[in-house]
């Protein structure tokens, strides 16, 4: 009995602890533990509730997915109507609104809350001493579908509220929703696996919140924020704002974007700002809510037989249209990949006209199976390019054709090349037109070629003049034609050309790196310099060869075969060689001397205070040692600064050696 009586005590307390984490997270948007305490915490709980299932509770913080599949939804009768709005899509709109509410009201002057109108789905939460017991959707207004099992798992949505002195009962209104980088990661998978697709987050969203097993919803990650008070027992509050702030201080989370406003010209101002705005949010907003601060305002206003007469919402112009696909062609952009494009019946949409849209990549294109010649709803979000949502099936003739990527780059006719794992197709060339801009800019970068004085600038400029078309025609550049480009004088050609020369001695790493191959970084470059020992060994190498490399895994292996076959990079290479860039480790300045990490292993976490963390790793490298980016069980050392993070924890649990900084200091006086 004792000891039931400590383990009620002990789960009470994690409950607490955890509820207020949940708070400083959600709501207040500033935790205070890392993401791995916090789990903690949750792992103790869980535990706990395992060994004394008798106490586990509704509103633990552990039951947020649980219980069978439905077999169907009930209907919840709401307290009060939740109605929806009207809607405005002018500024002489809002103006009319903001009328019509003062010749109604007689009283003092009214002041406007205003937030943005996210596109999710109305739900409806009811609270009893503090403790989720009901959620709904809106349904008819009257009433809506019992969807509390999936609105608890859904982390942003307290299962008990904090504070004291809670009304006995508590309806809440809010709106879910789907952050657009979890829509998108949703419909990969979905596309990966032969599912339809989702036209846009609130459809995902509303889906979500429907499925008959919460497991599924709770896989989807969606989230809440609360707006509005339904019915309550026992609350005094006289202002929509202190509504709000009350709902932070009991743990429901608000939109911090949420505005007070003295007139209609600032509500109109803001209304302009989240226009501006709203493609820099996580998640997808259609307008502006307005509503009346004052709550006996409200009451006296009233309502229509659909909308209250005390809050209008203030539309953007539509950002979904129909339209034709003309034609499917392939862009090639700066990095290589390649992006379908659909050429469209130009139309109307967002307040412009949109003549292409993206299809992303090839699993977009095959799961959302958009031909040639469909009819197609097409989305525009700001001023981002138009992406085709769904083709309209049901208008289909018969003559659509099927479009699919090429096998060779439409620009330069190199290997395209889709690595396993990853959606996007590049092109592998180093000579291709289309990428040559970016592909130049890391050749002669700090960590590659290191060539002093030729940035973004000057290379824009020696492309422009078609005096470079690939890395190599670096090395045949004519000085009498670098003069005659802009700002380029006799002295700054010189020191240019001096700059080349150096960079030929570049050991073979840092000519791997400057290649640009996809995935292969300095780490990986060093290592297969080291093991090949000349460019020669590296493009005859075999995939089994590579892949005997340290950090050369399946896909690395596959990205530099698929390069050194290529004919445009043989023949690039080909004349890097033949200019003097060296190709071989032999006679290689750099050669490591005996130090006191010779032969040893290290691994740097965290945040150094005197070196950078290239500093760091050429220090170590310079001593004699090998840097790698993971803890094992070869690791000899491991050297943190601060926030150290789990390598720090794996070094602890595999009993590695911790060092800091001073460490190597010392070392280099040794």
């Not at 400083?24 to 299932?53: G, N």
């Not at 009201?105 to 009901?134: M, N, Q």
């Not at 026992?234 to 406003?261: A, D, M, N």
Request: aromatic content about 6%; proline content about 5%; overall charge negative.
């Amino acid at each position: 009995m004792e000891r039931l009586k400590e383990a009620r005590r002990e789960i009470e307390a994690l409950r607490e602890r955890i509820l207020y984490h949940d708070y400083r997270y959600y709501v207040l948007d500033s935790p205070e533990i890392a993401d791995a305490e916090y789990d903690q915490l949750m792992r103790q709980l869980r535990k706990l509730e395992a060994a004394y299932p008798e106490l586990v509770t509704p509103d633990s913080p552990t039951q947020r997915v649980g219980g069978v599949p439905l077999a169907g939804f009930g209907q919840v009768e709401h307290y009060i109507p939740l109605l929806s709005l009207d809607n405005a899509t002018t500024q002489a709109e809002l103006w009319d609104f903001d009328q019509r509410v003062r010749r109604r009201w007689a009283g003092e002057p009214l002041t406007y809350v205003v937030e943005p109108k996210i596109d999710g789905l109305a739900v409806s939460l009811t609270y009893e001493a503090g403790v989720f017991t009901r959620g709904a959707t809106r349904g008819d207004g009257e009433r809506g579908e019992d969807i509390t099992q999936n609105l608890r798992t859904i982390a942003s949505v307290p299962l008990r509220l904090r504070g004291e002195r809670l009304p006995s009962v508590l309806e809440v209104r809010g709106e879910a929703y789907m952050d657009r980088r979890d829509f998108d990661e949703l419909n990969r998978w979905r596309g990966e696996h032969g599912e339809p697709l989702f036209a846009n987050p609130r459809n995902a969203a509303a889906g979500s919140l429907r499925q008959l097993d919460p497991k599924v919803t709770a896989s989807r990650h969606l989230n809440v924020f609360f707006y509005a008070l339904g019915y309550h027992e026992g609350l005094e509050l006289e202002t929509h704002w202190q509504v709000l702030q009350y709902f932070k201080s009991i743990g429901l989370r608000v939109s911090p974007l949420i505005q007070c406003c003295p007139d209609m010209k600032a509500v109109w101002e803001y209304c302009e700002k989240m226009q501006a705005q709203r493609e820099a949010l996580t998640y997808d907003i259609d307008g502006v809510v307005v509503k009346v601060d004052n709550l006996g305002a409200q009451a006296m206003l009233g309502a229509t037989g659909k909308s209250p007469r005390w809050a209008i919402a203030f539309k953007y112009p539509a950002e979904e249209a129909t339209t034709v696909v003309e034609d499917i062609i392939v862009q090639v952009g700066r990095t290589g990949a390649l992006t379908p494009l659909a050429i469209l019946q130009p139309v109307e949409v967002a307040g412009s006209t949109v003549s292409r849209a993206t299809l992303h990549n090839a699993d977009i294109l095959k799961a959302k199976d958009v031909r040639v010649g469909d009819t197609v709803i097409i989305r525009k979000a700001g001023d981002v390019i138009p992406e085709i949502v769904k083709p309209v099936e049901s208008k289909r003739t018969g003559r659509e054709q099927i479009f699919a990527l090429p096998d060779h780059c439409p620009v330069c006719n190199a290997e395209v090349q889709r690595l396993p794992g990853e959606a996007v197709t590049r092109c592998v060339g180093t000579a291709c037109p289309a990428q040559l801009m970016e592909g130049l800019v890391h050749f002669a970068s700090r960590g590659a070629m290191e060539i002093e004085g030729m940035g973004p600038a000057l290379i824009d400029q020696l492309v422009e003049a078609g005096l470079v078309k690939d890395p190599a025609d670096i090395y045949y550049l004519d000085p009498e034609k670098l003069r005659q480009l802009p700002r380029m004088g006799a002295k700054s050609v010189e020191n240019l050309m001096t700059a080349i020369e150096a960079s030929q001695a570049r050991p073979l790493a840092r000519v791997v790196f400057a290649l640009g191959i996809r995935l292969v970084g300095e780490a990986a470059a060093r290592e297969l310099a080291a093991h090949f020992g000349s460019m020669e060994r590296l493009i005859a190498a075999s995939r089994e060869e590579l892949q005997t490399v340290p950090l050369v895994g399946d896909k690395i292996a596959e990205s530099i075969i698929t390069f050194m076959e290529e004919p445009q990079n043989q023949r690039v290479i080909r004349r890097l060689a033949e200019a003097g860039v060296t190709m071989s480790e032999a006679g290689k300045t750099d050669t490591v001397e005996p130090g006191p990490l010779l032969g040893k292993t290290v691994v740097l976490t965290g945040t150094l205070e005197k070196y950078s963390r290239q500093e760091a790793a050429e220090l170590v490298r310079s001593l004699g040692g090998k840097v790698t980016a993971s803890v094992s069980r070869s690791t000899d050392y491991v050297i943190a600064g601060a926030n150290p993070g789990s390598k720090r924890r794996r070094a602890e649990e595999l009993a590695i050696p911790i060092l800091g900084e001073t460490d190597l200091d010392r070392w280099l006086k040794e």
